[in-house]
């Protein structure tokens, strides 16, 4: 037997593209296979094999996650009618995202990663806030009219057993707009488990909020769901904790959050949450330093970056000049996800080598080593632009230093 660290079970490595791709093969090959006796069911999600395989590769590797448990994914292109020409793909694939979210129904969490040198732009955050967005409905499935002068706008709602129920939208006297959505009890009680069970994970508090007081069927709703479900299952385990759940009205909870110094969930309505994750990932500093993890209800977890696959970048390195890409987010998938396997396996040695990476990962950083993103923000007096690579390798100095 080798004197890596060994795995019990495989975690699902979902591969992507352009230089993300790229930079998945340097973080195994730098950080992580010299170290740990690396086992993974392996799924190419690069565009290429998609479409080579009708997208049936994405739908699998979903179904792996369900089944092993702990996924890593790279970032993927989702096809436009520009990537449709450049693969020659037989369709315009979906994005694979939105795909295992929907066979996995969960909810994405996304959370910065702080360096000294880095400041957010709200003095006050001296931790991380993490944003979990319900992924499902309200305007994201939305049906929408224009309503010219004259017309009467009603809801009407067919029952199963074919009476209608009818209200009032609007008698329009000059020309206007009208807008259908929805939500499911079943989708928005998943949501509330998903940040739950990511609350307890954590030990972080969670906040909700909505509009409740305006919305008093549509957003009382989400409201009622998560008090219902807080109070019936989670409540205790909440109290052995030691953290709480906190539901306030959504202009009050944008005012606390400026107020707080982080270190807690927000959990956000499916439009609060594309809002909003866009206003903490700038406040805290860049896109390259966010992580992401979709969480199933049942316990179920797919680590990944928040940004893309870096496409201008890849130009570059494919015309052989030198990139500086920050590697930070997708390396913290990795770590994320050789933890949460090492805590599910009962593998402590795992969970302490993704400790020492991420650490090795920081330290880095906050010697003044960095990528040219990076470079552009820090504060640090001694502050050095690195390659891709080179950062890749400073990490690992540091690494070895730890282990
Ligand atoms: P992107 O890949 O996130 O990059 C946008 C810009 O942000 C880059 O050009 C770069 O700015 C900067 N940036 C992002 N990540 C960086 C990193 N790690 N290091 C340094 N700079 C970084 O978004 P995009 O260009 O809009 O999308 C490219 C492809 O990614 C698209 O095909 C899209 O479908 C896909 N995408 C995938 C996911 C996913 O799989 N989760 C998410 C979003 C987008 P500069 O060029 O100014 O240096
Ligand atoms: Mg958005």
């Not at 017309?151 to 807008?179: N, W």
């Not at 906040?207 to 769901?225: N, Q």
């Not at 109290?239 to 009050?252: E, M, P, Q, V």
Request: with cysteine.
């Amino acid at each position: 037997m080798s004197d890596k660290i060994q795995m019990k079970t495989p975690l699902v490595e979902m591969d992507g593209d352009e230089m993300t791709r790229v930079i998945w093969q340097m973080i195994k090959d730098i950080l992580i296979t010299p170290y740990v006796d690396l086992k993974t069911e392996y799924y190419d999600l690069g565009l290429v094999h998609r479409n080579e395989t009708n997208d049936q590769v994405t739908i699998d590797s979903a179904e792996a996650t369900k089944k092993y448990g702990v996924a890593v994914k790279c970032a993927t292109i989702t096809p436009n009618a520009d990537r449709v020409k450049e693969y020659d793909l037989k369709e315009m694939w979906k994005s694979p995202n939105g795909t295992i979210r929907a066979l996995l129904d969960g909810t994405v969490f996304r959370c910065p990663i702080l360096v000294k040198g880095i400041t957010p732009y709200v003095p006050t955050w001296t931790k991380p806030i993490t944003i979990a967005r319900h992924a499902y409905g309200d305007i994201y499935k939305n049906t929408e009219m224009r309503v010219e002068a004259g017309s009467k706008a009603e809801l009407c709602v067919t029952k199963p057993d074919g009476s209608e129920e009818r209200s009032l939208i609007h008698d329009f006297k000059t020309d206007g707009i009208i807008q259908g959505v929805h939500n499911l009890d079943k989708s928005i009680a998943s949501f509330a488990r998903s940040c739950f069970n990511y609350a307890l994970d954590k030990k972080q508090d969670i906040w909700f909020a909505s509009k409740d007081t305006i919305s008093k069927i549509y957003d009382h709703r989400f409201k009622d769901i998560f008090n219902e479900i807080f109070e019936n299952e989670y409540k205790e385990k909440f109290a052995d904790a030691g953290i709480s759940f906190f539901y306030t009205l959504i202009d009050d909870a944008v005012a606390r959050v400026i107020r707080s110094d982080g270190g807690y969930i927000w959990a956000c309505k499916n439009y609060d949450g594309d809002v909003m994750s866009d206003m903490i990932a700038t406040a805290f500093g860049s896109l390259a330093m966010m992580t992401s993890v979709l969480v199933s209800p049942e316990g179920v977890y797919e680590y990944e970056a928040a940004h893309g696959t870096v496409q201008r970048h890849y130009y570059k390195h494919l015309k052989g000049e030198e990139t500086s890409t920050n590697s930070v987010a997708t390396l913290f998938a990795w770590t994320g996800a050789l933890r949460k396997r090492g805590e599910l396996d009962d593998t402590p040695d795992l969970c302490a080598f993704a400790d020492k990476l991420e650490a090795a990962a920081v330290k880095t950083i906050e010697d003044g080593v960095m990528t040219g993103d990076l470079a552009l923000l820090s504060t640090l007096p001694n502050k050095q632009k690195v390659n891709t690579e080179e950062f890749l390798r400073a990490v690992d100095e540091r690494l070895k230093a730890m282990l």
